[in-house]
């Protein structure tokens, strides 16, 4: 017999509730908290005047992200992790920095860096799609705010980018 409903109330094929806040904090040039059910990421946009060594007279920004999970952000307390990021952590940094790159002109960046910290404050599933939603909100208000200072000519951004988790349920995909 097949699912028709998931433990919260959905039906299979209903997406989570989702929103974005913008500018939650103030201290960078962009920031998102977004929820995708009870799943809640904070990310941020941190604009560097400098780009990786193997990056420099190019011409050339770069976007890059950091991933964590913060200890209380599941019902079992997740370590910290210390000298350097794991596999897990690692795979979903490089994952929310190359779909950012994606969508951006880094030349027209400059020799700039942006870093999108994205902080898993609580998990309940999909904190990878969220994180890339959320990196790419903080990413547009810091491409724009720096636009706005004269700092670049135009948003190097070339289109949007979400990401969605789609599971296989008696042989239909659902989110």
Not at 86 to 103: C, F, H, N, P, Y
Not at 107 to 135: H, K, N, P, Y
Not at 146 to 164: D, K, R, S
Request: contains cysteine.
């Amino acid at each position: 017999m097949p699912v028709s409903t998931r433990y919260d109330g959905r039906q299979v094929d209903e997406l989570r509730p989702f929103s974005f806040t913008r500018d939650f904090t103030t201290m960078t040039m962009g920031s998102c908290l977004v929820t995708f059910g009870e799943t809640r990421v904070l990310c941020t946009a941190s604009v560097e005047e400098d780009v990786p060594r193997w990056m420099k007279g190019k011409g050339e920004g770069w976007v890059t992200a950091e991933y964590s999970m913060l200890p209380g952000s599941s019902p079992e307390r997740i370590n910290r992790e210390r000298r350097g990021a794991k596999g897990r952590t690692q795979e979903i940094e490089r994952l929310i920095g190359r779909s950012l790159r994606a969508v951006t002109d880094m030349r027209a960046l400059g020799e700039t860096s942006i870093r999108l910290d994205c902080d898993v404050l609580q998990a309940d599933g999909g904190t990878r799609t969220a994180s890339i939603c959320g990196a790419y909100v903080a990413l547009h208000d810091a491409c724009e705010r720096l636009v706005q200072a004269g700092h670049i000519p135009a948003n190097p951004l070339t289109t949007e980018c979400v990401a969605i988790s789609v599971g296989i349920v008696d042989s239909r995909p659902v989110p």
